[in-house]
């Protein structure tokens, strides 16, 4: 089955600077990479996706790249604020069995430092 | 609209007893997924259900773990024989279709705690 794993598993930054996450998958089937972020206390919710058939999509100050090559995708924060603090989840589906659950990595808690 | 709801939200049990945990999915969703998230871990898959097909029962971590989703809609989720290390936070979630590239919405989520 699928195996995802995530990177860094706390990071902490600055308001302001720039936060990246990244993230590999083994199973070179995957075609689907979805971000979720979850607040203290409340549910995970999806902030972006992106599909294998594009290398990076853009959503105002979020930012996903895919490189299907080396099985990685990552996630870009820019202008990081308070608010962001959250943990993040990336997760790949693998359709190859039929099945259509998606593969969370362990998850980064991410501090945004006022 | 009506998001994903899950009872109850939390649940303080005693080593042995049995649970159900319940989840009632967007309406007009076919797919609905189960996940458990221990504390400070990701989301490990447990069950899926789409439209009347057979579930997907690959991710169920023992024989003590069941579900089952009446009439298409709600899901109940049934440990038996609860274990201390079955305390986590067990996340619902559901899709329109399934097709494995679309947004799944999540519940709340009912915490468990077995003593």
């Known amino acids: 089955g699928e195996n995802v794993e995530q990177h860094p598993s706390t990071l902490s930054v600055q308001e302001g600077d720039s936060a990246v996450i990244k993230c590999t998958y083994s199973d070179s089937a995957s075609n689907y990479f979805p971000w979720y972020k979850q607040e203290l206390g409340k549910r995970p919710q999806l902030i972006i996706d992106i599909r294998s058939n594009v290398g990076e999509k853009k959503d105002q100050r979020i930012a996903v790249t895919l490189n299907k090559t080396a099985k990685h995708f990552s996630l870009h924060i820019t202008e990081t604020q308070p608010e962001d603090s959250a943990v993040y989840f990336c997760a790949a589906s693998s359709v190859q069995t039929g099945a259509n659950n998606l593969f969370f990595g362990t998850g980064t808690r991410l501090t945004v430092i006022p | 609209g009506a998001g994903v709801s899950q009872s109850p939200s939390n649940k303080v049990t005693e080593k042995g007893k049995d649970v159900e945990l319940r989840c009632d999915p967007i309406?007009?969703?076919?797919?609905l997924y189960w996940y458990r998230q221990s504390l400070g871990q990701g989301l490990e898959f447990l069950i899926y259900f789409q439209g009347n097909s057979a579930p997907d029962k690959s991710g169920l971590p023992s024989d003590r773990f069941s579900a089952e989703r009446t009439g298409g809609s709600v899901s109940t989720l049934t440990i038996q024989r609860t274990q201390q290390e079955d305390s986590a936070v067990y996340l619902c979630a559901s899709s329109l279709t399934g097709t494995g590239k679309e947004t799944q919405y999540f519940g709340p989520g009912t915490r468990l705690l077995v003593l």
């Open positions: 309406s007009g969703h076919t797919a």
